[in-house]
């Protein structure tokens, strides 16, 4: 090409780029004729190769507390609920709520008694059948369990019945699956069995195939046969389950998506009780199920039968592939305490706690989890010495002791201590210590600098719990969200000194509801994740990225930004997110420096909003999706780019760097970048 054709093909190109970023220019006028295209801030991103700070593996994980039947009745897929019939206590008459009789009482007659095969947990029912085959009414009589608010039966799927019988006589039961009211069979299978046969306790199974599907569906156990049967430990599972494992499939999908690299078991309040006679203690959740003798939890003040017991959180947190940190009572609940002098059983069930995990297979309580199938150690490098017990009488005398013997036993275990360390030194030895945060949603955002003085030296912070709380969250807003993203934010800045933090709580089931509000909303066949949810999804490639410097100018009273490059599937990415917090909508510059414009160029990049026309706006079993990220491609992403940010919005720009395709020279003095509007 000769020297006149290049310029003339040079002015084409000048022209043509000319018109098109007018018209890019007036097509976003024309979408959005509000918009001040001058940008009135300016975040300036440094990407030079060695810049940044690496975040830590742990930043964000999850907390998963045995809260608005998190587990019971939740992410454990067990249907039936109260399944030993111990629901009351240990003692006659017990509680056998939800179950309930088929039949009336001139026919059947149940009474719970203490004659159970098992040890831990006596408490049977007795069913007196009065009625035969030719006076019981046709489909029988018995009783009925509608599980958590509803069984989810889905046509084609399996579900596996097992219960231990007795009886005086032979037996002829009917396990069903049935709607609510009985009418409709879903499923059935027939269990009979001489009286020789049952005259002792015996385990019973039945496979039961769904022909229909019903969400509020119950589990019955029914027979036209007079006599006596004692029924106990009556379990209806899903054969398909997570992994297996248990654990219901789209609840599990639902915390896996946050890409959680920690998570924390199983409270909360869960772990202290109202009363230690109530707190979760492992030891009473770990062994073959039928032998749980299952627990009154008496802050949450539901019963759980600890399916998902000790044995099965950690098995959760290696399935969803984040580091387990076990929260133990440290002789401490709400009401009452352990005196120092008398602890040493509560550090020794810690430290059995401990074994049990990651005890080979011939220690002690590592053989106990052997025996349930599980040879190899789990991982465990984290504990917690209690829940927000930090002032009470005997916390420090108490959590010495457990210090000083786990570390004993275990170097290499993490120890997190429940008093706040951020304000001032701790007065006792610690590896991290916990930090709550529940508040509005105007001083959650303004906490966004609250690590930016703290101490660097001493333990590392671990927000295991944050949230907005009260009328600015309802039961889930887009303001508290936002509120939450800006304080997300301001921890991935200070994640030298704050190490891994924590959404609480992580699930509600809509028929119980003890804490507003809560990240993941169910029933026994939906469910939704809050604003809140999502914009944890946001922070998911956070841990172990690099924190980018950038500084956020111009004025920024209702702004939050910053920076992160991360590499996937041996791609370079850099990351903006931005809070706009205000009620108007903002352009924002983003200068990218220190990317080699010779190598490197922004390309194939997208953005994702969180928004949604009133800042009070939430999402329902009606409208799940009204509050939820809108990904679109940032066709003109570029180092030097304006962004709009949406009134009360938060926003992410992800721009992928790929090697370089030469560019074309705009003109041959031009050293300056394009600005570009997106
Ligand atoms: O997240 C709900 C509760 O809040 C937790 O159980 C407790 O630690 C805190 O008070």
């Known amino acids: 090409m000769d020297m006149e054709s290049w310029k003339l093909l040079r002015s084409v190109c000048v022209l043509s780029f000319l018109l098109g970023s007018c018209f890019v220019y007036q097509s976003l006028r024309v979408v959005d004729a509000q918009e001040d295209p001058k940008p009135a801030v300016t975040l300036q991103v440094d990407a030079s190769n060695g810049g940044g700070r690496p975040i830590p593996e742990t930043l964000f994980g999850i907390f998963f ?13 067990e249907l039936v609920s109260n399944r030993g019939f111990e629901a009351g206590g240990q003692n006659t008459p017990s509680n056998i709520w939800p179950w309930s009789i088929v039949g ?6 149940v009474a719970t008694d203490r004659s159970s095969c098992f040890e831990r947990n006596k408490i049977a029912l007795r069913m007196d059948v009065l009625c035969d085959s030719k006076g019981c009414p046709s489909g029988g009589v018995g009783v009925y369990n509608p599980g958590y608010w509803g069984m989810n039966i889905e046509e084609g ?26 009418s409709r069979t ?17 385990k019973k199974e039945v496979l039961l195939e769904a022909k229909a599907t019903d969400p509020s569906a ?5 027979t036209t046969k007079k006599g006596s049967i004692w029924i106990d430990q009556v379990s209806a599972m899903p054969v398909d389950t997570h992994k297996g494992h248990g654990f219901r499939n789209d609840l599990f999908q639902m915390m896996a998506d946050i890409k959680p690299r920690f998570i924390r078991f199983p409270g909360g309040c869960f772990v202290e009780g109202e009363w230690l006679s109530n707190a979760f203690r492992w030891k009473e959740t770990v062994g073959p199920w039928e032998e749980r003798p299952g627990h009154f939890g008496d802050v949450w003040k539901y019963w759980t039968d600890d399916g998902l017991g000790h044995f099965e959180f950690f098995q959760m947190a290696e399935d969803i592939g984040a580091a387990p940190i076990w929260v133990f009572n440290n002789g401490i609940s709400h009401n009452d305490e352990v005196e120092t002098a008398s602890i040493m059983p509560f550090v020794q069930e810690a430290l059995d706690g401990i074994e049990f995990a990651r005890g080979d297979a011939n220690s002690t309580w590592g053989s106990v989890r052997a025996k349930m199938g599980r040879q190899e150690p789990f991982e465990l490098k984290y504990v917690a010495i209690g829940n927000e017990d930090c002032g009470k009488t005997y916390y420090r005398g108490n959590y010495i002791v457990f210090y000083d013997a786990i570390k004993k036993a275990y170097p290499d275990i993490k120890i997190i201590s429940n008093c706040d360390g951020s304000s001032q030194p701790l007065d006792h030895p610690a590896d991290y210590y916990d930090y709550h945060i529940y508040t509005s949603a105007s001083n959650l955002f303004s906490m966004y600098h609250q690590f930016d003085r703290t101490s660097r030296k001493g333990p590392k912070a671990f927000v295991s719990e944050y949230a907005v709380t009260g009328k600015d969250a309802g039961t889930g807003s887009l303001l508290a969200s936002l509120a939450e993203a800006a304080f997300l934010i301001g921890l991935e800045k200070n994640s ?3 190490e891994m933090a924590s959404y609480a709580p992580l699930f509600v089931n809509t028929n119980d509801r003890r804490w507003n509000p809560d990240a993941i909303v169910f029933n026994s066949s939906h469910l939704y994740g809050t604003p809140s949810y999502w914009v ?17 100018k111009g004025n920024s009273t209702s702004l939050v930004a910053s920076a992160i490059s991360w590499k996937n599937n041996g791609k370079d990415y850099i990351r903006i997110k931005a809070v706009n917090f205000g009620a108007n909508s903002v352009n924002m510059q983003v200068l990218v420096t220190g990317l080699d414009p010779n190598v490197m160029r922004v390309s194939g990049s997208k953005k994702t909003v969180l928004t949604s026309t009133n800042v009070m706006d939430e999402n329902s079993f009606s409208q799940p999706e009204k509050v939820v990220p809108h990904e679109s491609l940032l066709e003109l992403a570029e180092e030097d780019m304006t962004v709009v ?8 720009f992800d721009l992928l760097k790929e090697s370089a395709k030469i560019r074309m020279p705009i003109s041959d003095s031009s050293s300056h970048q394009k600005t570009t509007t997106v």
Do not use: C, M
């Open 65 to 77: 507390e045995e809260i608005n039947h998190a587990g019971a009745g939740g992410l454990w897929a």
């Open 104 to 109: 009336d009482h001139s026919s059947i007659y």
């Open 157 to 182: 799927k399996k579900y596996k019945v097992a219960l231990y019988v007795r009886s005086t006589g032979d037996i002829d039961l009917s396990v069903s699956l049935t709607s609510s009211n009985g």
């Open 186 to 202: 879903l499923a059935s299978e027939k269990i009979i069995a001489s009286a020789s046969d049952v005259s002792k306790w015996i």
């Open 218 to 222: 119950r589990l019955q156990l029914t």
């Open 496 to 498: 030298d000194i704050v």
């Open 536 to 552: 944890q999804r946001f922070f998911a490639e956070s841990s172990g990225a690099t924190l980018l410097t950038s500084t956020l």
């Open 645 to 652: 940010l949406p009134p009360h919005s938060f926003s992410s």
